[in-house]
Structures are given as structure tokens and as C-alpha cells.
């Protein structure tokens, strides 16, 4: 058996939870003393781009010239009391192959104010929230929010989006800040996502049958800004585990896979440059699934060097250079070569970017990003455990894409 | 594409827009606050204070972005460059974890807002017209 670690709490039914999360909104909306304008807020975005992939299926299998680059969201957060907070987000995203196109409910949650004061905060969140552990990964969908219009692969891939986005669970955020030691943060989160057939396409391909669901995650993160300095530290861990439930006629057979991810990130903010980065350490555990009995366990890393230039008030320039391995000790992929029988290339076994992307605002509220992306590798395409040699043929491929945003 | 005609009126506009004469921060007469050190001011905008002293929530007003105003609070007053607030404002509030300061359009909405809501803070260039809200100071 694969070994994880395990915690005493336990999701419960999403459909449950929410039904909870009703009555409890309903019963403090009923008791509160008075309606207030400014509890209410209401914000949301949208986003239309254009996107090109040469020499690959990463957009779409035809690689031409693609408008699936749609984002469109709305949210709400009521203040049900001092203590008591509702907030949920509807968004719409079509990004072609790199994850199913749809709507999606991406946050919905009852926080607690469980204790105030100066320096400290702890707040408590129930129902489906999002992942708040890295550093755009809360963000990785908001247009305007993010770095870039696709974000560093490496770490955000989009093959595992709707896994790592978030989950239906409960999470913590703890928050303390003084003149001395500066600000820090501590997250934990504990959840799970359920798996739609069209999700589990992106993640296990067309082929694998049968039902994949997402066990229980625990992750973890800590995040340190010195007093009055632009730059900001941050560690985090992620343990998730997955099963496979082989159909009655498959391709593939029942299995047991684990994730482990841990990152070290720092992040600075002057008045003209920025910069950012992330190094990983990845463990991915397969058993089954290829044929019974089938073990690996691999280790992978990766990081990305990101930096972004003001030119003017409203024009930057931003560099991005990215790397990855999936196995650290398979580096050119020879392994992986040999071990396919010479079916899976070896550039299979890594994936690297370089990019340069503009940005421009428009206004307080618009802003148009462009950006091009050099490619190398296809260790960040999905479906991920299914590579397609023949749809992307090449070890070297290109992106650029141009994405116009409104946001209020 | 950016239409250049369009492009002249914003840089037009941009260039004629008035220099930032002085900066004040207010409150509504519900703060009990009347003097905040930049640290404080910090938490506040942050939104890592929530609270005044008295227990009254905080209710933040902020004009846009890119008003002049606000550019020259943020690095004068908050010793923070205006994209910072941002992210960690969108940050908030687009993730589900927290709730941003409210935007008005113009400084006589934020006065009107201040004036009028419970624990509201924000900023005004000239104290000339302003009437009915606390007058905060700001310890360096």
C-alpha cells in the first residue's frame, strides 16, 4: 500500500456542506441587526485573447490559431456579522486542451473571524476554497491577478488545474505583524476535488475508462515579509493522494497514485523591478495502472526565475525562464526512452520556457498582456500519464497569445 | 490596437492632471482614533487591522488606482507602491479569503462615504470643505 500522511479530518459531502452553509447564511442574514450596503461587495472580470501553439497539441490538435482563451468571472462576499462572512465565485474558462472548458462554482465558503486584534488574525474557512499555499495559485485564474497569461508551467500546470485549484474541505489562515519581526502568514488547508469524467480525460487521457477520485489533500504553507522590505519569503507542502477504479472493459487497471509537492518561493517588490521565483521538489508515486503490479516512484524538480520591468506607469516588460524535470535522475529522458520501448521520446522527460510577455493598462480597470513563450520538452502536457508523441512531434514548440481584460 | 486618437486624450488628460497639493487622512466620527503611526496605517490598508481601537470594523474608501491621489497616499503615506495594494487586494478578494477596500470615483464620493458610514477611513487633498469627520494624524 502507498503510504501518506493521514489527519483526523474528514471532508464531508460537498451537496451536504452546502446545504449546512445555506442554513447557517440564512439564520445569521435573519438575525442580523441591520443591512448594511457595505457588507455587500460584488466584483468580477472578463477576459478574451487570442492564442497560437506551433508544433503542438497544447491549445488545440490542429494547432491553429485559437480564441479558447476565455475567462469570465463574478463574485460575491456578504458580511453576515462581525464574526461571520459568506463568499462564493462562478467563473467560465475555456483554455482549448490545456483543461476542460466549462463553468465552474470556484470558491464558496462560510469564514470565521475566530479571534482579532492588532497584530494577530485567525481566520477560519468551511465549504469549497481555494488553494492559497503558492504564489499565484489563488490567482492563477484572475486575468489581471496573475504574472502572465499562461502562467510558469512547472509549478502551475494546467493539466492538474482543477486537482490543485482548490477543494471542498476547510482551511486556515493565521496572520501575525509587528514593527520587529514583520509579517507572517500560515495557511493550512485540508480538502478534496471531486473528478468529472472531462477532468479525469485531462489528467489520465481518453484511454484510462474507469473512475479516478481525489483522496483527501493536506497542505500547508508559510510565508515571511521583514518589516518594511519588499521582499517576501515562502515554504510550502502539499501531500495528495488519488485511486483509479479500473472499468469492466479497460485499458488500464486499478491503481493507487500519490502527489507530493513542496515549494520555496520568494518574491520582491521595488518601485520599478520585481522578481519571483519558486523551486519544487515533486513525488510521484504510481501503482498499477499500466498493468498490476506496476511500481514507480519518481521524484521530479523544477523552478522558475521571473522578473518584471516598469517602464512606465502603465507599460512593463516581463522575462520568465522555467525549468523542469519529472524525474531528477532521468534528467534527458533516456530512461524513459528505453523503458517505453522507444514509444515515448525523451524530451518527454522535461519541460522548459523561456518567455517575454508586455503588459499594458488601459485604464484603472482594463489592461491588455502579449507574451511569447519558447518551448522545450513535454513533460508538462496532458494527459500526462498518456504522452502523445505524434501530436506533438517536436522537442521544441512555441506559444504566444494576446489577452485583453476588464475587471470591476 | 490601441486607437491612437484615444491614446492622445489619455496621455492629454495624464499630463494636465494637477499636481497632489497635501494629503490628509479622515475617519468617520465613529473612529475613537486620532493619531496613527505609518505601521498602523500599514496594518490598516493591508487589511491586516480590521478593528479600531473601539471595536468598530474598519470600512475602507480608496479612489482609483490610477488617481494621482491615491498613487501619492500610497508611497507618501503607506511607504507602499500602489501595485502592491492591488495585488494584495485582488488577492483577497478574488480568492474568497478576505474583502478589499471599497472604490468610490472621485474625492467628494469618498468624503460623502467617510462622512456618512460607520468606522469609514480614507483621504483628501485639502481640508478647506471638510466637515463632520475626525481629522487622523500621522505619527512618523
Redesign the interface.
Given at each position: 500500500m502507498l503510504t501518506s500522511f493521514k489527519l483526523m479530518i474528514r471532508p464531508i459531502n460537498f451537496s451536504y456542506a452546502l446545504q449546512l452553509l445555506c442554513h447557517f447564511c440564512l439564520a445569521f442574514a435573519v438575525s442580523a441587526k441591520e443591512v448594511?450596503h457595505?457588507d455587500l461587495?460584488i466584483?468580477g472580470?472578463v477576459a478574451q485573447g487570442i492564442i497560437d501553439a506551433n508544433h503542438s497539441n497544447y491549445i488545440n490538435s490542429d494547432t491553429s490559431l485559437s480564441l479558447e482563451l476565455t475567462e469570465i468571472?463574478i463574485?460575491a462576499?456578504y458580511?453576515l456579522n462581525?464574526d461571520f462572512?459568506v463568499?462564493?465565485?462562478a467563473v467560465y474558462l475555456n483554455g482549448g486542451n490545456r483543461y476542460h472548458a466549462g463553468p465552474r462554482i470556484?470558491?464558496l465558503?462560510l469564514?470565521w473571524?475566530a479571534f482579532?486584534s492588532?497584530h494577530w488574525?485567525a481566520?477560519f474557512?468551511f465549504g469549497r476554497?481555494?488553494n492559497?499555499h503558492w504564489l499565484y495559485s489563488?490567482?492563477r485564474d484572475?486575468p489581471?491577478?496573475r504574472p502572465s497569461i499562461i502562467i510558469p508551467q512547472v509549478v502551475y500546470f494546467d493539466g492538474f488545474r482543477d486537482v490543485a485549484v482548490g477543494g471542498d474541505g476547510a482551511a486556515m489562515?493565521l496572520?501575525y505583524?509587528?514593527?520587529d519581526v514583520g509579517?507572517i502568514d500560515f495557511n493550512f488547508s485540508r480538502g478534496k476535488s471531486a473528478i468529472s469524467e472531462r477532468q479525469s480525460d485531462v489528467i489520465i487521457g481518453e484511454l484510462a475508462l474507469g473512475k479516478l477520485d481525489h483522496d483527501l489533500d493536506m497542505q500547508a504553507s508559510i510565508y515571511w515579509q521583514p518589516p518594511?522590505s519588499g521582499w517576501r519569503f515562502g515554504l510550502s507542502a502539499l501531500d495528495s493522494t488519488f485511486a483509479y477504479q479500473q472499468a469492466e472493459v479497460d485499458n488500464y487497471f486499478d491503481s493507487d497514485f500519490v502527489y507530493q509537492f513542496y515549494t520555496a518561493s520568494a518574491l520582491y517588490?521595488?518601485?520599478l523591478w520585481q522578481f519571483s521565483m519558486e523551486l519544487f521538489q515533486q513525488r510521484f508515486v504510481t501503482e498499477g495502472f499500466y498493468f498490476p503490479g506496476f511500481f514507480q516512484d519518481n521524484l521530479g524538480q523544477g523552478y522558475y526565475l521571473q522578473t518584471r520591468y516598469q517602464l512606465t506607469?502603465k507599460l512593463s516588460i516581463l522575462a520568465r525562464h522555467e525549468r523542469f524535470y519529472a524525474d531528477k535522475d532521468d534528467k534527458n529522458g533516456s530512461k524513459l526512452k528505453q523503458k517505453s520501448g522507444g514509444r515515448i521520446p525523451s524530451y518527454f522527460a522535461f519541460h522548459h520556457d523561456n518567455m517575454l510577455g508586455i503588459s499594458?493598462?488601459?485604464?484603472?480597470?482594463f489592461r491588455?498582456n502579449a507574451e511569447y513563450h519558447w518551448m522545450q520538452g513535454g513533460a508538462r502536457l496532458s494527459p500526462i500519464v498518456q504522452p502523445d508523441p505524434i501530436a506533438n512531434a517536436q522537442k521544441n514548440w512555441q506559444v504566444w497569445a494576446i489577452q485583453l481584460m476588464y475587471w470591476f | 490596437m490601441?486607437n491612437n486618437k484615444l491614446l492622445k486624450i489619455v496621455l492629454t488628460v495624464l499630463l494636465l492632471s494637477p499636481p497632489v497639493e497635501a494629503i490628509h487622512l479622515i475617519s468617520n466620527v465613529t473612529a475613537d482614533t486620532r493619531s496613527l503611526s505609518v505601521?498602523?496605517l500599514r496594518?490598516i490598508y493591508?487589511m491586516?487591522?480590521?478593528?479600531w481601537q473601539n471595536g468598530t470594523?474598519i470600512?475602507i474608501y480608496v479612489l482609483?488606482?490610477?488617481?494621482p491621489l491615491h498613487q501619492q497616499f500610497c508611497k507618501d503615506k503607506l511607504?507602499l507602491?500602489p501595485?502592491?495594494l492591488d495585488?494584495i487586494w485582488?488577492?483577497l478578494?478574488?480568492?474568497?479569503?478576505?474583502?478589499?477596500p471599497?472604490q468610490v470615483a472621485n474625492q467628494q464620493a469618498l468624503l460623502q462615504a467617510v462622512k456618512t458610514?460607520?468606522g469609514a477611513i480614507g483621504y483628501v487633498e485639502t481640508l478647506s470643505e471638510v466637515k463632520d469627520v475626525n481629522v487622523i494624524q500621522i505619527d512618523d
Open positions: 448594511n457595505d461587495q466584483h472580470f468571472g463574485n462576499s458580511q462581525d462572512r463568499a462564493g465565485q470556484d470558491y465558503l469564514q473571524n482579532h492588532e488574525q481566520n474557512y476554497v481555494k492559497n489563488s490567482t484572475i489581471f491577478a489562515k496572520r505583524s509587528d514593527d509579517e518594511f517588490e521595488g518601485e506607469d499594458y493598462d488601459l485604464g484603472s480597470n491588455l | 490601441i505601521s498602523q496594518r493591508t491586516r487591522q480590521l478593528y470594523p470600512v482609483p488606482s490610477q488617481a511607504a507602491f501595485y502592491q495585488r485582488q488577492k478578494t478574488f480568492s474568497g479569503y478576505g474583502v478589499a471599497i458610514t460607520k
